[in-house]
């Protein structure tokens, strides 16, 4: 039985900030998360963008959280050295009917205190973006908007929090709990139970299923499916800003987003499925994403896409962001609706989940010597030749290039893997250095990293992973 002040149920960026946040403090913090990495579900899949809460509904909790969170995220980036692109946003205006709505949406932004969200007339749109459709009508410029490695913004967190004493428990789901007499006793997991104070469920998709353990379900959670497009490095029309449709309620519409990685993405869709883990693209939803952003720059080139994928919102009935202090079981914390703008948010729910704690009775008392903060991997392709020779005077690996596409070198891998909950798998060295991300997907360098992993992690080849508990790169046979 592993005992903790307090037991975080999911890695994703709800549970990541939490960690963090809570590793500020003298107590045993233990994160639990059915993956076997870190990033979440839908924390790895999405379209990273840090946007303000300009379009957000008035007065909401969710609006609120949002505009916290925008105010202190670039500090925080900056202080795990978290990658992150100050872009701003395009909202082109297409359609007369449009304006109305992006006069109401301006109006809107105004009262959430976002007072640089504004309507440009074509022509300045179109000097910002000469890339857009010539026929534009205007558009909303949003300048604070901004675009981050979603992955590295999450396990930055993880890795600060576990330098800071934080114990992650990966590849162990939490399977029930022992509830009586309003107290949890245990929390059954496949790696064991664990006993903890305070029980704080960060479970994104599976939050409905965490909180009917302790009988405190009264939502459903509706999966909401989202495609994109990622386009290869050299395609020849690019964006500066993230360009998104005038968003609607349900969604922000198709976007077409710069990244930090230099690939764009194109997506996502938003359609409601049954199946939470319904990660499938679909020809019916590629091409509405196609015709979307086609719509909007009319010379964008499909044929270099490199890839595909899905990430799952775990939006909820009823709408809108839940955060609840248990009655029932006193330490259970729930927290669902974490839909579309969760990870912007995950650092500004940390902090209010911590201060509901301190107001519900946890004592909490400053770590001395925490460590605010973490250095990156330096990434050999980004730097200048002088800077290059140098990584590789101090650490040779840094001139063994093991990813030709990404030029990832043997370094940067190594260092992925020993880390502070480092990659045990194929997807998990790719999320964390690009080995994989490009062109080629894999095709050269995925041998080369199995022969790494098998060596580094002491296991045979026949047992390195892409990802999951099945997916084994060789014929185990
Ligand atoms: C298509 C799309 C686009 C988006 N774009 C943006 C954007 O641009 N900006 C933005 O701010 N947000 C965006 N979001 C929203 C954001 O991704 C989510 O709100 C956020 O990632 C939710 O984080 P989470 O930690 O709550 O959930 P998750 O990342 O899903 O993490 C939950 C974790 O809980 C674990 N877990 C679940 N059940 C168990 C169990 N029984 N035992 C142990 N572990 C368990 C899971 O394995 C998972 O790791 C987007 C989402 C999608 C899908």
């Not at 639990?32 to 946007?51: E, M, T």
């Not at 309003?182 to 305070?198: C, L, N």
């Not at 005038?246 to 199946?275: F, H, Q, W, Y």
Request: proline share 5%.
């Amino acid at each position: 039985m592993i005992k903790s002040d307090v037991l975080i149920i999911g890695a994703g960026a709800v549970g990541c900030a939490l960690a963090r946040e809570l590793s500020k403090y003298n107590i045993k913090v233990t994160v639990v998360d059915k993956n076997d990495d870190v990033g979440g579900d839908a924390s790895k899949s999405n379209s990273g963008l840090f946007s303000t809460s300009a379009t957000m509904p008035v007065g909401t909790l969710e609006c609120k959280l949002r505009t916290i969170a925008h105010s202190m995220i670039l500090n925080i980036c900056n202080d795990l050295d978290v990658p992150y692109i100050e872009c701003g946003s395009i909202a082109p205006i297409l359609y007369p009917d449009q304006l109305e709505t992006a006069k109401g949406l301006t109006e809107r932004a105004f009262q959430n205190g976002v007072y640089d969200y504004e309507i440009l007339p074509a022509k300045d749109i179109l000097d910002m973006e000469p890339t857009l459709n010539p026929e534009i009508l205007g558009g909303i410029y949003s300048p604070r908007d901004r675009q981050a490695n979603q992955f590295i913004f999450v396990s930055a967190m993880a890795e600060n929090a576990a330098e800071n004493g934080v114990e992650f428990v990966l590849d162990c789901k939490v399977t029930g709990m022992d509830v009586a007499d309003g107290k949890i006793h245990a929390v059954h997991t496949t790696k064991g139970d664990f006993e903890a104070t305070w029980v704080i469920n960060a479970a994104g998709l599976h939050c409905d299923e965490i909180s009917d353990m302790v009988d405190e379900c009264d939502f459903k959670i509706n999966p909401r499916k989202g495609e994109f497009y990622v386009f290869s490095h050299d395609t020849p029309v690019k964006v500066s800003h993230i360009i998104s449709s005038v968003p609607s309620p349900k969604t922000r519409g198709v976007l077409v987003i710069p990244t930090v990685d230099n690939n764009m993405l194109v997506g996502p869709t938003a359609d409601d499925v049954e199946d939470k883990t319904d990660v499938k693209t679909t020809a019916a939803g590629l091409a509405s994403i196609k015709s979307q952003a086609l719509n909007m720059i009319p010379g964008l080139h499909f044929e270099d896409t490199i890839t595909q994928f899905v990430g799952v919102r775990p939006a909820r009935t009823p709408e809108g962001y839940d955060i609840r202090f248990s009655e029932k079981v006193p330490g259970f914390i729930g927290i669902s609706g974490v839909r579309s703008t969760g990870l912007t948010v995950s650092v500004g729910l940390a902090t209010y989940i911590v201060h509901g704690m301190k107001e519900h009775g946890l004592e909490l008392v400053r770590k001395e010597g925490w460590k605010r903060t973490r250095k990156g991997i330096a990434r050999f392709a980004e730097k200048t030749d002088a800077e290059k020779d140098a990584l590789i005077a101090a650490d040779p690996l840094y001139g063994k290039i093991i990813c030709r596409c990404e030029q990832v070198t043997e370094s940067e891998i190594l260092q992925a893997i020993h880390r502070p909950v480092g990659a045990k798998t194929l997807d998990a060295v790719k999320r964390r250095v690009r080995a994989g991300m490009g062109r080629c997907q894999s095709g050269f360098c995925g041998p080369h990293v199995i022969e790494i992993l098998a060596r580094e992690l002491g296991i045979p080849e026949e047992d390195v992973r892409k990802r999951g508990e099945k997916a084994f790169m060789l014929d185990k046979n």
